[in-house]
């Protein structure tokens, strides 16, 4: 199945500073999903963005979507310890089965 | 309350043995999934049902097969397991296919 891709792969970076990880993918879709996988532990929603809108926020999670270029970016603000996890995004390209890319994990250092 | 629930949390076991892995979700969602997240955390759909009835099967091996007994549960069975089926197994759901999905916490898989 088709896999999406994720940059960067690792992303370490001080408490309070910004963290961006990118998303790109394959083919039309319906929605981008972000979601968040603790160490050990399930998966998370945390943001879909719909293919006709172009910018979602929630608290301090900005999202980005440019179908054009087929990508989409989330964008963590003020970012604190309890952040570090790893971040997948995922789009429901075939028969609304969702394709998730590789992950970026990110460590946030104190 | 637990919304996605799956036992057991680690299971360890030899080649050639037959396992299950159960899974229940409280959220009344309409469709429930499996996924295998390997060693790279590459997470990939195995299996997905809406109201019992199977609408993807992806290319896995016949040795898996998926059981629901009700909406609320969807089990796997693992027949002759072998040392590249260990992994973290995990069942999702949710409302719509396609939606937000809601994962249970894994079940981590270890075929010696």
């Known amino acids: 199945s088709q896999q999406g891709e994720e940059d960067p792969q690792a992303l370490s970076i001080q408490e309070g500073e910004n963290a961006t990880m990118n998303c790109s993918y394959k083919t039309s879709i319906n929605n981008l999903q972000w979601y968040r996988q603790n160490s050990g532990r399930g998966l998370v929603h945390l943001i879909l963005i719909r293919s006709n809108e172009r910018e979602k926020h929630s608290g301090r999670l900005r999202v980005t979507l440019d179908t054009s270029k087929k990508s989409s970016s989330l964008l963590i603000t003020a970012s604190r310890a309890a952040d570090t996890a790893s971040y997948f995004c995922a789009t429901d390209e075939i028969n609304y089965q969702l394709i998730w890319g590789a992950g970026t994990k990110l460590i946030i250092k104190p | ?112």
């Open chain 2, 1 to 112: 309350d637990t919304a996605v629930s799956q036992t057991p949390k680690y299971l360890v076991t030899q080649m050639g043995n037959d396992k299950s892995i159960k899974c229940e979700q409280n959220l009344g969602h309409d469709t429930m999934y499996w996924y295998k997240q390997d060693s790279k955390k590459f997470l990939k759909i195995m299996f997905s049902y809406n109201n019992k009835e199977l609408i993807i099967n992806e290319t896995v091996p016949n040795r898996f097969s998926p059981k629901s007994p009700d909406k609320a549960h969807l089990n796997l069975h693992i027949n002759s397991l072998e040392l590249g089926d260990s992994a973290v197994y995990f069942c999702a759901s949710s409302q719509v296919a396609g939606y937000e999905q809601y994962f249970g916490p894994g079940t981590r898989l270890t075929v010696t």
